[in-house]
């Protein structure tokens, strides 16, 4: 059989939320294009509803996650690396397609999306131990601190790198316990909604990772200004709607993870994704809880060794 | 409640403390006038007496004092790791030495029991000196990777209910690791800081790289709002550290706030009632329940609700108010008129709103600011005595049934800064300690401080640590 007699199948593209596949509440689409500006697919144009949904979805899924043991955590990671290593090529068409990158460059991306994937998989069960720890206090306590997630995190991916830069920051959100609203990039959202595909047979509970595409700053602001998120990682906002959102996030003190240098055009997104990650955007999204108890004392046995 | 005997007066003398009529602003080493010649008194909570004239810094002397912070920043943080930590020892054994001196003039200027600030204030302060002191050659083993850098200037804020033990959880780390400050402590209790500044004069410390500048609330905004300014750290009140969050918005400051709370402290019908008791008493009485931290609201497990109140009143009728100074005193002044009048506010609304008042019979002083232990019963989770801060000595009473409604009840705040929990069972400690969403958490204990031990709140109690090995990444480029 030869591919020329037979016609392709397209694939509607859908939002990820609460571990469905839903489309925008709003009926909208926005057409997403290649490099060259060739037509790709109808994404989604997520609405306010749409993210204020995504919120009462992570919300809710964030107790179970937060709750389920590091061990746990790290081995539903670690099956996202091996669902997405199963789908390379089609994550490989989609990141050529949408960042114009030649076919090696982007399965180079890809490949390293998913050691990413292994390398936080690693994390979720060491982050404590190097974050926490006994405090030698002053007096007859035992002193305790240890890292815990704060909640419902807002994400706003990178523009640019649309797999292993959008990989780079949900997988630290959600390796230390917090749920995540993410927001794909604007024009190159369609490996992040494969994303979701893999995520949902990956063993990651429903609503843990929740994803929209559309108009990133239409769709920050009611994150941002949201009372039931508890931070926001502006990565994939430019000097502008980076300032406006931190005004908005001050409103609840949400812990605010600042988008990075910018590039000459403004873009707070030249990050180089390949390069190693550091703990920064695990320890970003953690508190510090410090537990005290007396210790006692057993009298004046301490010399029998 | 008649007692047998009656306790002597014991007094502190204040004669170790020797208070200049009038004080400057510390810039660059020297004491000076504020730019535009403005001052302000402070006076002593517990008799209104006028203890001294001090300047009022504006937004020209805010400008001078970063100068002279970012020249000294160069020097300072050129410096090796061990000469910083030599500076830091000297600065901590000189607290030591003139601790009594310090906690006399704290009592002085803050209206707290000497009791307090001879054996919590001063001990910790000092404590914070030599814990960082000892940090700062060691900055490249504190997990923020190899040769972390200071960030430079450091505008800091703090409040007026510990105002010596707020500058040393301040001031220590950021020169630990660097940085050089420019400090403004609270308009009501500006003193200690100012004898701070003599320590430093003494410590032979270089000029610029620790400035003073006493004022109000409008010089604490020049501070955190001065563009050379590279990291703002401010303990006070969440709406002030709202204003803040915003004002930095699009910067790159570096900030942390150590904002309000509203403590639950969890009482279980297993728990010791007498060191409960000991405990809610602490937690909510200690400094007159000043503290961000405190206790404030008190859950306790109906079935030994009435052994608890009962027992805790009993306790409450032994506690003695009065002059600060005297060393059986237990509560002493409220900090000032308008705190007096904040809290005398809210306490009405929470009898408006039908919350049941008891307060302690005790007698007040005529003159000075004083406001009696007191607590409500009756109170639901939707009173305001419930939900906002108080921030003096009152305490609400809640009872719960289930160790989930004591921890929903908790957790049923805007704040996430403190919670206490009283039982015998440690299964249950550890089970309810990981549900509680709060940065500190004290078992079978309430109100423990130790420079090693980072706090901080979770929710609208603010962002980022200070004490311990964690409270250095606020002042490290990490």
Sequence with gaps: ?305 | MASAFEYAPAPESRSVVDIAPSYGLFIDGEFTEAADGKVFKTVSPSSEEVLSEVARAGAADVDRAVKAARKAFEKWSALPGSERAKYLFRIARIIQERSRELAVLETLDNGKPIKETRDADLPLVAAHFFYYAGWADKLDHAGYGANPRPLGVAGQVIPWNFPLLMLAWKIAPALATGNTVVLKPAETTPLSALFFADICRQAGLPKGVVNILTGYGDAGEALVTHPDVNKVAFTGSTAVGKAIARSVAGTDKKVTLELGGKGANIVFDDAPIDQAVEGIVTGIFFNQGQVCCAGSRLLVQESVQDEVLDALKRRLSTLRLGDPLDKNTDIGAINSAEQLARITALVETGEAEGAERWSAPCELPSSGYWFAPTLFTNVTQAHTVARDEIFGPVLSVLSFRTPDEAVAKANNSQYGLSAGIWTEKGSRILAVAGKLRAGVVWANTFNKFDPTSPFGGYKESGYGREGGRHGLEAYLDV
């Design chain 1, 1 to 305: 059989m030869s591919d020329q007699n037979r016609l392709g199948v397209f694939k509607t593209y859908k939002l990820y939320v609460g571990g469905k596949f839903p489309r925008s509440e709003s009926g909208r689409v926005y057409e997403v294009t290649d490099s060259k500006g060739q037509w790709l697919a109808n994404a989604p144009q997520s609405s306010r509803k749409d993210a204020r949904d995504a919120v009462v979805a992570a919300r809710k899924a964030f107790g179970g996650w937060s709750g389920a043991t590091a061990y746990n955590r790290g081995q539903v990671l670690y099956r996202v690396a091996e669902m997405l290593e199963g789908r390379k090529d089609q994550f490989v068409r989609e990141v050529a397609a949408s960042e114009g990158l030649s076919k090696s460059k982007a399965a180079a991306a890809v490949d390293a999306a998913i050691d990413r994937w292994v390398w936080y998989a690693g994390w979720t069960d060491k982050i404590g131990q190097i974050s926490g720890g006994a405090n030698p206090v002053a007096g007859p306590y035992l002193n305790l601190s240890t890292p815990e997630p704060t909640g419902v995190v807002a994400v706003l991916a990178p523009q640019e790198s649309s797999l292993l830069g959008l990989v780079s920051v949900i997988a630290p959100v959600i390796a230390t316990g917090n749920t995540a609203v993410v927001i794909a990039s604007a024009d190159a959202p369609l490996p992040a909604l494969s994303l979701g595909e893999v995520l949902a047979t990956s063993d990651v509970p429903g609503g843990v990772v929740n994803i929209l595409s559309g108009a990133t700053a239409e769709l920050a602001a009611p994150l941002a200004a949201h009372q039931d998120v508890n931070a926001i990682d502006l990565t994939g906002a430019d000097t502008a709607l980076a300032k406006e959102l931190e005004i908005a996030a001050a409103d609840n003190l949400k812990r605010v993870l600042r988008p990075g240098p910018v590039d000459a055009d403004g873009a707070a997104d030249s990050a180089d994704w390949s390069a190693s990650p550091g703990t920064h955007r695990l320890t970003a999204f953690l508190e510090t809880k410090t537990v005290w108890h007396p210790t006692g004392a057993l009298g004046a046995s301490g010399s029998s060794y």
